[in-house]
């Protein structure tokens, strides 16, 4: 609390952008006000994040999506170099029109205060951030760019190559005034880190700390318990052969219709799920050259696809899909297998279309 208070008596009202140098101290964020305003919240790490519930109701929302991951990881077919970059402070690095300041108002027992940047907790900082760095980098999106809020890859084919990309997102960043956390960057790597996953030139796994977190995951006692355990399997599940069937007596312990009993019908997709995710393979990324075939199969419990590609050698899984589809059971056997392949190439039409 001390240090907070530290923070905060000693906050300067001047925007961070014009400052020209390299501002790290939260009280460069912020401006003291005499106002009085709504009550606080922080994190311990002295990130403040504003309960600003009422100002998000009252707020029209950006409609504007985030990427989502699939399709970023779909973009590095090819890319055998990579170099990660992360913004410091994500939001903060953007300034708020000076007539706007005063909506972010709050108090807390050592003063009223307002940011000068934005901050954490707005309905619509995600997507003025998302919104903000895909206009800075539009020329080099899906080139060699890849942009999550505030995670920048670049990937290349070559080194030569990289080398000329990354100087180039350096410049822009450079030029347009936004910070990197040298800490956090990583530059040309042939494996790295990425949106929860290992991204290499063979093609991309889980990462290894999320699979031991499912192999050590106790046995859920409530339906909480059962929520996240499938939500972060599920996140995974393009590397999960048949994922929906394994998942289906767990899944259904989520509806508050049926009694919460976690017997031997849902301990054993349980260890199912947690041995599979151990034994996740390395999915090839998409590569619109080589040959492709999508292989289907169907059952009451619905519909399984896996998409491969071949390079030369052997064939490769790219994704598997799987959809449980209630009312199956009335479809003759035909008639499921059609059903398995539309829906197959719905979902892969991107690039079978291509193909």
């Known amino acids: 609390m001390a240090q907070l208070r530290d923070y905060l008596h000693t906050a300067v009202p001047t925007p961070l952008m014009d400052a020209g140098v390299e501002v790290v101290d939260l009280h460069a964020y912020i401006a003291k006000i005499d106002r009085e305003f709504k009550t606080q919240r922080r994190t311990k790490d002295l990130r403040l994040c504003i309960d600003y519930r009422k100002l998000n109701v009252q707020t029209i929302r950006n409609a504007r999506p985030l990427p989502r991951i699939d399709d970023l990881l779909e973009r590095l077919g090819g890319a055998k170099f990579f170099s990660k970059l992360d913004l410091k402070s994500r939001y903060h690095q953007l300034e708020i029109r000076q007539e706007d300041r005063y909506k972010t108002a709050f108090k807390t027992r050592y003063g009223h205060f307002e940011w000068l940047v934005m901050p ?42 990289h080398v000329k990309h990354l100087r180039t997102v350096l410049e822009r960043l450079r030029q347009a005034k936004y910070k990197a956390n040298r800490d956090k960057c990583e530059f040309a790597r042939l494996e790295l880190e990425y949106m929860g996953h290992y991204v290499t030139p063979q093609g991309i796994r889980p990462l290894a700390d999320k699979s031991e977190a499912l192999r050590v995951w106790p046995e859920p006692t409530n339906t909480t318990d059962v929520r996240s355990f499938l939500g972060l399997a599920g996140y995974y599940r393009r590397f999960i052969t048949r994922y929906s069937r394994i998942a289906a007596p767990m899944t259904r312990l989520q509806s508050p219709k049926v009694p919460f009993v976690f017997d031997d019908d849902a301990r054993r997709p349980f260890q199912a799920l947690k041995t599979a995710m151990l034994m996740a393979p390395v999915l090839s990324i998409y590569d619109p050259t080589l040959p492709t075939r999508v292989t289907t199969d169907a059952s009451g419990y619905g519909i399984w696809a896996v998409l491969e590609q071949h390079d030369g050698d052997v064939w490769h899984p790219v994704q598997y899909f799987s959809h449980k589809v209630p009312p ?14 539309v829906m197959a190439l719905k979902r892969w039409r991107h690039f079978l279309l291509k193909a």
């Open 120 to 161: 954490f907790g707005l309905t619509n900082a995600p997507a003025t951030f998302q919104a903000a760095m895909t206009t800075e980098f539009r020329h080099m999106l899906d080139r060699f760019v890849l942009i999550y809020l505030d995670d920048i890859l670049v990937y290349s084919r070559s080194l030569e190559e």
């Open 328 to 341: 199956i059971d009335s479809l003759d056997d035909a008639r499921k297998e059609l059903l398995a392949f």
